[in-house]
Every structure is written in C-alpha cells, then in structure tokens.
C-alpha cells in the first residue's frame, strides 16, 4: 500500500440483514449481504478529523429489494431511500474515485461485503482489496486502556464515542455517516490522550502486515468477476 499524501479513509458500511441473520453467517435461503448505504472520510495527518472530504450515499439492492423490517429499524433507512438510491455498481465507481490510492480503514471487514454485493450483482470490485485494512482489535485494545474493560461484543462503529464521552451531532448508531465520525472521533480522542495512532498513516501498518484478506467466498466471488472482464 502506498499513502504519499499522508492521508487515509475512514470508512463504514450498512447491508442488507434479518433477524437472527449474523447468527447464521446470511446462510438462510434468499439471505444476502448486500450495500444499502456506505460513508467515508478522508482524514489527513494531523489535520482536524472533520476538516477532510466526505462521501456518503445510499444504495439501492437487487437481490431483495424491499429491506426487512429489522434493517429499516436498526439503520434508519427508509424503504423509499432505497428504492431511489444509486446501484451499487455506480455507488463503488464512485467511491474508487473517492479512495484514490489511500489506506481504507474500517472496523472489522467491511470489504467483504463490497466484494460480496459486487459478486451477487456480478460487477467487477472498482477497488483493490490490498487498500483496505481492520481497525480492529488494535481500537479495542487502546480503548480498553483509557477507559477500562468494556463489552467489546456490544460495541460497535457507532458506539466508540459514548465510551469516551464525546459529544456528536448524530447518535443514530448504524447510520454509516454517524458510525465514521465515531470511529474518527474516539481516534482522535485516543491520541489526546497520548495513544500513537500514527501507524493509520503509514504505508503498511504494523498490526496488518498482510493487509485484509478476503473471506474464501468473496475472494472467489472477486476472481470470478476479473475474470469474466477479461
């Protein structure tokens, strides 16, 4: 990975879900991970978090169109955002153009899902997956050692910044816009607190050598789809 204007992306997704569905890993018949909305920010080294670009927009899904009641109450997200969102195919293009050739950061493997809707919607993946790396464990452990134990299974994106008493604008947890600036807030909050969170902004960060990796069926799903372009 290559960063040689010192900035990264801080990025989060929401997808398609049921009750019961990450249980079951989205194994139940017509069960599919798909994007119905992803936000990111760019942030600068040593620049103000929320001084850098935005990009954030709402996705509509192909495979299951009308969003489940659980997603709509869990996300916010309207049936008729989704319905006169942008494909998911045209949302991607869009944010390659917006990630550049910066680190992508997310907590856990958001781009699995990326690489698993443009599977399911047979498109080729307009990003490389080699850019995308896991805030997580590392943000849980700096966390635990400014604020103590907390239940890492409970805590999500969108609920780093109540751990650390940072006021927000947003509290609509699982909003993707609101669950970044958390993300972007509590990274910020750690390096007041005299954490080194520098390793963000290197070109190959120290707790992802490898960078992240792909699950087996998306990692088949994105060499199906360079294949059949090619």
Not at 5 to 29: C, F, K, M
Not at 51 to 69: Q, R
Not at 166 to 190: F, G, K, Q
């Amino acid at each position: 990975m290559k960063n040689s204007n010192h900035s990264i992306v801080i990025h989060d997704t929401e997808y398609t879900s049921w009750p019961y569905a990450r249980q079951s890993s989205w194994g139940l018949p017509g069960q599919h991970r798909e994007l119905i909305q992803i936000a990111a920010r760019r942030w600068t080294f040593g620049s103000d978090w929320q001084s850098g670009e935005v990009f954030y927009a709402d996705i509509k899904p192909i495979l299951n169109p009308a969003l489940s009641l659980y997603i709509k109450k869990l996300t916010g997200i309207r049936q008729t955002q989704a319905n006169e969102a942008k494909s998911a195919e045209k949302v991607l293009n869009d944010f390659s153009e917006f990630v550049r050739k910066d680190n992508c950061w997310a907590n856990g493997g958001d781009i699995n899902v990326l690489a698993e809707t443009a599977g399911l919607q047979k498109f080729l993946l307009p990003l490389d997956p080699r850019n995308f790396c896991s805030l997580c464990p590392t943000l849980y452990c700096n966390v635990q050692e400014a604020i103590g134990s907390f239940d890492w299974n409970a805590t999500h994106s969108g609920h780093f910044y109540k751990l650390l008493k940072i006021e927000l604008p947003s509290d609509n947890v699982h909003n993707a816009l609101h669950d970044v600036d958390s993300l972007c807030a509590t990274i910020n909050r750690l390096q007041e607190l005299g954490v080194d969170m520098s390793y963000l902004w290197k070109s190959n960060p120290p707790n992802n050598p490898n960078n992240f990796k792909l699950s087996p069926k998306n990692l088949r799903l994105y060499e199906q789809q360079k294949t059949s372009k090619n």
